[in-house]
């Protein structure tokens, strides 16, 4: 059962009421939520460990391994797999606290060996011999958390008392399952560090705004002005946009190769935000995910991955010009948040879902979990 009531994040309280107002008199959050250590670090352990982070493909995490170490947010995890089973474990050792393995370690063991004293566990994460000891202590196995396996990704909750990943999904779900992306390839990848806050980012997201501006080539396949935004349960946050006439994907030419996924609509593109960290782009012939990870205030890591049933090449060229697009005003703004003359300014008509991904921040900021 979800439990916590978070502790509130270290951001003046009067700057969140003012960015928390229903929209048309709400602005955006206080300089201090994309500039300050401690705002980060207060991320890292609720909004990233303390609800659902996505850690990426299963096949790519455990496909030819049966462990490996992740974090979640600042939570590290051990993942595991014993045939079909997918077990997140916390990665610290039930005697002296050594991880059991460093992230990004991998072990094809059938057994979890701590490098340190060497007490091993089981991948299901039961404690099995203690070097030294006359009898295993009992009640010394390691701590379980939550996991779910969602259309090919792993997600975890890393302090394990976040409310059930169904409800942390809620209408996202019915959204995402038309297009299946269980059965797609990734076909392509970038991983760009961008120099600018995470929530920087997912706001540039979710606004097309600027795109008469800063992005001509998609503009000349999808009107920046179309679509509509989503308003179902669930920690998420999104919308639609239409190809224009003519337009079969978002590609420099508007053509595709082929590879039209089935069941789904081939007018429109959905942009999907599942707090906090994955971002899907659902396209009439692939699949595109942003995943992102915080690597400091100011810095975030992005793997930006293509899925589909054939080659995305296509895909690929349109949006990792657009992606530099994004990210040159992303740091841009970064610079601007910086800044002592910063001061938080009101949404545009069209930034409706900047709203509503702000009020979810700033929500959590005082306390209230996106499921409270
Ligand atoms: S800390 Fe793991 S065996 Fe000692
Ligand atoms: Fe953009």
Redesign the pocket.
Known sequence: MPTAAWPPAPVPAGDLDRAIRPFGESTMLPAAAYTAPDVLAWELRHLFAGTWSCLGRLDELLGDTTQRGVLAGDVPVLLTRDGGTVTALANT??????E?LPEGGTSARAVVV??????TYRLDGSLRT?PRYHEVPAGHGLVPLPVEVWHGWVFVNGTGDAAPFAEHLGGMAGLVAPYAPERLETAARHEYVVRANWKVVVENYHECYHCPHIHPELCAVSPPNSGDNYDLPGAWVGGSMDLRDGAETMSLDGRSPGGFLPGVDRRRVLYLALFPDLLLSLHPDYVMTHRLRPVAPDATRIECSWLALGEAGHAEEFWDRTNRQDWAACESVQRGLASPHFRPGPFAPNEDAVHQWVTLIGRAYQGRPPWA
């Open positions: 050792c039930r005697h002296r606290g050594h059991l701590c490098p340190y004293h060497a007490w203690t």
